[in-house]
């Protein structure tokens, strides 16, 4: 098969089959590229297998009738396959073009997808290479919005500040239940006196209105919708990100007027906010929010300002050499062109104790993710992050064990240079607090959501819903849903795998289902253009 001749046999070249879409992979066996491809549609049609293709191929042989030779073995088969896909010689390392290489708005999620631990030999990704000599120093309740004082431990004063952020929610469900008893009993009123002494003081004009009788409805509902933000005790950056703040407080400090532009842009931030600024504005003279609504605003944001200061700073990312291969490391990302891990991993005191406690604070209301230990059998899990605009994932990590915060975190800090602005995850609340207690600096700037289809179930503050938001309706948020069921139809024919092979299978899939999004989005683009024939 390396030589072709002619009829007579007097001429003889070498041949390849390349040019008859024919690949040679030995010199006794040869198949048509189309072999290949009917293999892979075979696959995405449905959970189909190497030998179930060869024992389909065989039939269709036997029916021919013209011979009694079998296709060929599945061994073989196996073989030719992955030396067929191999010699395409095609560079996985490509990210999102539609963003051209910077995807700022990521998700991620873990998948049942992998090989026996048998054949697994990777090191988890968040195994730490070196300590961090920093030591954190805020905790959870040191970091909302009615924040314990710095360092307290006593039990029954954190106590006292926890019962006044329950209180405060009470307040704003009661407000919005339109429920006039709860205002009328007197020991609610002797504790809503009482949390005012639990409130920053910036905050005390605007919590009077919205306990007052002589506030209109409207406007004590939107009080009621910002202050219940502020009731819970997760991060206050969920509420106002970092990114906006000095812009925020010099808008306040400098402007006599607040635009309607500025109210309408903050509904990419916060739009419980946005609302109370129109609707203060609405019944105030002249129409302008009130002072109380602005110096809330304004003490939120320096808050937040104030919090970060204590960031933990990121190492120089550099990209280290000989770090991107797949098949040794059970990792490949396509966050930079290299594809190498940018930084080591580093322990902090929040990783001593992560295997007893959950949380540095126990929190008021804990939201539940129960993450699997492993999969069925001693099957290997999958971690992926994409692009949930465009819908193109950006790479994979193989976990040899369960899939926990740790996942997205080690992953980006180790191969992503500079930290997305917004990240989709099914566990978004407690990644927000994994992240503060770790590489507060690197994710200072990153707003963390729930994607919607997991965000009805969770517990946590209303920050960390997208649905609420303006600027997100272009957000696929269950891209990954989506791409498992896609990738799943290869789990019956790669959980056998070696991880040398499993690493090229799904980096094989993974470019066909980025192939096709950016086809998808080319063909949209060229329909909204009007120029699709």
Wanted: charged share 20%.
């Amino acid at each position: 098969m390396y030589f072709r001749s002619c009829v007579e046999g007097s001429c003889r070249i070498f041949w390849t089959g390349e040019n008859d879409s024919i690949f040679r992979f030995s010199h006794s066996t040869c198949a048509g590229y189309e072999i290949g491809w009917e293999f892979v549609e075979l696959i995405l049609s449905g959970k189909n297998t190497f030998s179930g293709f060869v024992d389909c191929l065989n039939l269709k042989y036997g029916r021919s009738g013209e011979n009694d030779k079998l296709f060929m073995s599945t061994r073989l088969f196996i073989d030719w396959f992955f030396a067929w896909a191999s010699h395409m010689k095609i560079e996985f390392r490509q990210s999102c073009r539609l963003c051209e290489g910077k995807s700022r708005v990521i998700a991620c999620d873990g998948t049942k997808l992998g090989i026996g631990f048998k054949h697994t030999f990777v090191s988890p990704i968040e195994t730490t290479s070196k300590e961090s000599g920093i030591t954190v120093t805020t905790n959870r309740h040191d970091r909302c919005y009615i924040a314990n004082p710095f360092g307290e431990k006593n039990v029954k004063i954190c106590r006292n500040y926890a019962e006044a952020r329950q209180h405060l929610l009470s307040i704003c469900n009661a407000v919005k239940a339109s429920d006039i008893s709860f205002f009328s009993k007197p020991t609610n009123k002797e504790l809503n006196e009482a949390l005012v002494s639990f409130l920053p003081a910036e905050a005390n004009a605007a919590f009077v209105k919205l306990i007052s009788d002589d506030t209109p409805t409207e406007l004590k509902l939107n009080y009621a919708a910002v202050f219940k933000l502020l009731s819970h005790d997760s991060c206050i950056d969920a509420i106002i990100p970092l990114r906006i703040c000095d812009e925020v407080i010099n808008y306040i400090d400098n402007s006599s007027f607040i635009s309607s532009d500025f109210i309408f842009n903050f509904k990419h931030y916060c739009v419980e906010f946005a609302d109370l600024m129109q609707i203060s504005s609405k019944f105030n003279n002249p129409q302008n929010p009130s002072a109380d609504v602005l110096l809330l605003l304004k003490n939120v944001a320096q808050r937040v300002k104030s919090l970060h200061e204590l960031d933990v700073e990121p190492e120089i990312p550099i990209a280290i050499p000989g770090s991107y291969n797949p098949a040794k490391f059970g990792r490949a990302y396509y966050f930079t062109p290299h594809g190498c891990q940018v930084r080591e991993m580093r322990s902090f005191p929040a990783d001593k104790k992560a295997k007893h406690h959950n949380y540095d604070d126990e929190p008021s209301q804990v939201c539940n993710k129960f993450f699997e230990r492993v999969t069925n059998k001693g099957i290997s899990y999958l971690f992926l992050w994409f692009c949930p605009i465009h819908g193109h994932c950006l790479g994979y990590h193989v976990i040899p064990g369960s899939e926990g915060r740790k996942d997205p975190a080690a992953s980006l800090y180790t191969h992503l240079p500079d930290a997305p602005s917004e990240i989709f995850y099914d566990y978004a609340c407690s990644l927000s607090e994994y992240t503060h207690n770790r590489e507060s600096g690197y994710f200072k700037n990153t707003r963390f959501f729930h994607d919607i289809f997991h965000g009805f179930t969770h517990k946590f503050s209303k920050a960390f819903r997208c649905d609420r938001l303006d600027g997100f309706n272009g957000v696929n948020s269950s891209i990954c849903e989506q791409f498992n069921s896609f990738i799943q139809n290869i789990k019956s024919s790669s959980k056998l795998m070696t991880q040398y092979h499993f690493s090229f299978f799904i980096q094989f899939f993974i470019n066909i289902w980025n192939e096709k999004k950016f086809q998808s989005f080319q063909s949209r683009i060229r329909v909204a253009e009007g120029t699709d024939e």
